[in-house]
């Protein structure tokens, strides 16, 4: 699944205090800052809501999966009634396919589910920074209005400077997309071993299954008595 950006991080952490005092334009660098905060708030409410949904979809497939490993369990022991024992052994190939779906399942809504706390947290310490911004802007602009005396101290271009700055400061958010398929290794041996280990359980299940079932021949002379 989803990491928070380095660029959210040093919005979060960045000195605005000390930023003002460096600043040759406060007011306009702390609108800025709180700009910049405001979007990121968008972009991860954006993202909650779209991992929201993805979770959501993979409860309803695991739902789904889960009623159909009891089916194909079902299937599989009415098949060995009927001494049908082939059609026993891929009912359980499928139920053992739709565990391993299952499992996936689980660890993506795992994820969504880190994925959500991260972003729920990040977006709290976001509207923290943008208070702390907002109160602060006010309080500059006041303090601009009341001593506009007409001092024209400090050039264009050192503003622009310091503005720049700030703007590396305020990047915008982005998702660091993560890799979600988790790397599998195709290694002829230990896909071997694997289909081993599934069909001695499998038979091993038969073994169980026709050990409790009586078989057909006897159930037809058991009719004629």
């Known amino acids: 699944m989803f990491r928070i950006a380095i660029q959210i991080k040093e919005l979060i952490s960045s000195n605005v205090t000390s930023a003002i005092e460096s600043a040759s334009n406060p007011a306009k660098m702390l609108t800025l800052l709180q700009r910049e905060i405001e979007e990121s708030i968008i972009t991860l409410t954006g993202e909650h809501t779209r991992v929201t949904q993805t979770k959501r979809r993979l409860e309803a497939s695991l739902t789904q999966h889960e009623l159909r490993e009891a089916d194909w369990s079902d299937k599989a022991k009415t098949a060995m009634d009927h001494g049908r024992e082939d059609l026993a052994r891929q009912a359980l190939l499928a139920r053992e396919d739709c565990r391993q779906t299952m499992v996936r399942l689980k660890d993506e809504i795992a994820a969504a589910d880190a994925n959500l706390a991260e972003i729920d947290a990040a977006v709290r310490e976001l509207e923290v920074k943008r208070d702390e911004t907002r109160a602060q802007a006010k309080a500059q602009m006041a303090a601009d209005e009341a001593a506009r005396t007409g001092s024209g101290g400090g050039s264009a271009s050192r503003a ?59 159930k037809a002379a058991a009719k004629k008595r």
Do not use: C, W, Y
């Not at 896909?191 to 006897?218: F, N, V």
């Open 160 to 218: 622009e400077a310091h503005l720049n700055r700030i703007n590396t400061l305020g990047q915008r958010a982005h998702f660091a997309a993560e890799d979600e398929a988790p790397l599998r290794t195709n290694a002829s041996v230990e896909r071997e071993i694997e289909e081993m280990r599934r069909a001695s359980a499998i038979e091993a299940e038969l073994a169980a299954l026709k050990a409790g079932t009586p078989a057909p021949a006897k």
